[in-house]
């Protein structure tokens, strides 16, 4: 095992499995959900409030810090942990997935990315050097190799064109300097293609990454595409290091990355479906709360949740709250979705632990 990793259980019926990344703010245990804090914070929340909802990892953005507040000033307040007040793990993105989102205002270059600020216009650079010295200036536990996220649909020639970027920057990122204790993950592309997907495994195993990521997913093709690229490119990818299927996703897409042998997901669904008034319930299902059914339905958001939402208010309190734009609204709404979201991984840890993530199908769910 690596001293980054360890690999507890593996079970015998898929590849799901149990371990531990270690970091210098504390240890996560895998399978994890990751809230997305793209702007050093969890939209809604309070550092508190996560650590009470047993959050064991957070996610801040490469590309979006950078532009507000910036480097300097983070740098100055002692780094991301201390600016946010966050004492436990963060993950910090490279700004890849900008390349792809902010398309229309990136001009690529062999280094890297020029980029127009969709804030204000300004001009900026972001290549591998670059985004890897952010991270390094922000702290976070770990940092993502710089890549290129390719969008769907894509052709086979535009893929590998690529896939070839994003080898090259992989190379780069690895060579940049990290401060103590800080780890580094690699992002393997490749779009729908396996050939391509497996090329990708291949070359940035070669450069022994502290993990692995899977990226390019969740932008548009079908579920069983997803499925397909985690199925294909999963096992390629060291036993002994954490697995990470970035931006992904429902509750039925993570246990069946779980399954795959995932450890590690983000996304930023329970927090955004919250803004927009629905909340997840045991069962695989959503509620829309600002729906008029609901105007005076005094039960829990779910009666099967014991988060503070639910046990504190009912469905036609929140819906009223939604309704007048009143911020709690919104912030009951996320505290219990990421609740859902950080219980389905426990309940997930538990299954495997005890042997029955099978047989129990989506009725862990």
């Given amino acids: ?42 939209k809604a929340m309070s550092p508190r409030e996560l650590e009470e909802l047993n959050v064991k ?12 507040p910036g480097t300097d000033l983070i740098l100055k307040a002692g780094g991301l942990h201390k600016f946010e007040n966050w004492k436990r793990p963060i993950l910090t ?15 690529m270059k062999p280094d890297g990315v020029e980029f127009s600020s969709h804030i204000d216009g300004s001009r900026f650079f972001l290549g591998p ?23 769907y649909p894509c052709t086979p020639e535009a893929a590998e064109k690529s896939l070839a970027i994003t080898k090259r920057w992989a190379e780069a990122s690895r060579e940049q300097p990290l401060n103590d204790g800080q780890q580094m993950f690699g ?23 502290d993990g692995y990521a899977i ?40 246990l069946e990355g779980v399954k795959y042998g995932i450890d590690m997901f983000d996304c930023v669904m329970p927090t955004r479906l919250a803004r927009h008034g629905t909340a997840f319930l045991r069962g695989n299902l959503t509620l829309p709360v600002k729906a008029g059914r609901y105007f005076d339905d005094f039960t829990p958001i779910d009666p099967l949740c014991d988060c503070y939402a ?35 991984m426990e309940r997930i840890r538990a299954a495997i632990a005890d042997g029955t993530l099978e047989q129990q ?5």
Avoid at 15 to 38: E, Q
Avoid at 57 to 68: A, E, F, R
Avoid at 192 to 207: F, G, K, Q
Avoid at 361 to 365: A, M
């Fill in 187 to 209: 992002i393997v592309q490749g779009s729908v293609y396996r050939s391509l997907r497996e090329n990708a495994a291949a070359h940035l195993t070669s450069l022994n990454f």
């Fill in 93 to 107: 993105d490279s700004g890849g997935f900008q390349v792809f989102s902010l398309a229309p205002l990136r001009k």
């Fill in 129 to 151: 050097v670059q985004s890897i010295a952010v991270q390094r200036a922000l702290g976070s536990d770990i940092v993502m190799a710089f890549d290129e996220c390719t969008p």
């Fill in 310 to 344: 639910c046990r504190e208010f009912t469905r036609a309190y929140i819906r009223h709250l939604l309704n007048v734009n009143e911020i709690l609204g919104v912030r009951l709404l996320t505290i219990h979705n990421i609740h859902y979201f950080i219980s389905l």
């Fill in 57 to 68: 990892i957070i996610l801040g953005n490469t590309y979006h810090l950078l532009l507000k």
């Fill in 1 to 42: 095992m690596s001293e980054r990793f360890t690999l507890h259980k593996t079970s015998a019926l898929s590849s799901a499995r149990l371990g531990t990344v270690h970091t210098p703010h504390g240890d996560v245990p895998t399978p994890i959900f990751m809230p997305v804090g793209t702007r050093a914070t969890v």
């Fill in 361 to 365: 199908g989506d009725s862990i769910l």
């Fill in 215 to 254: 990226g390019g997913v969740s932008v548009g093709e079908s579920e069983s595409e997803m499925f397909e690229v985690m199925s294909w490119t999963t096992p390629l990818l060291p036993q002994d290091k954490p697995r990470y299927l970035m931006g992904v996703g429902t509750p039925k897409q993570i």
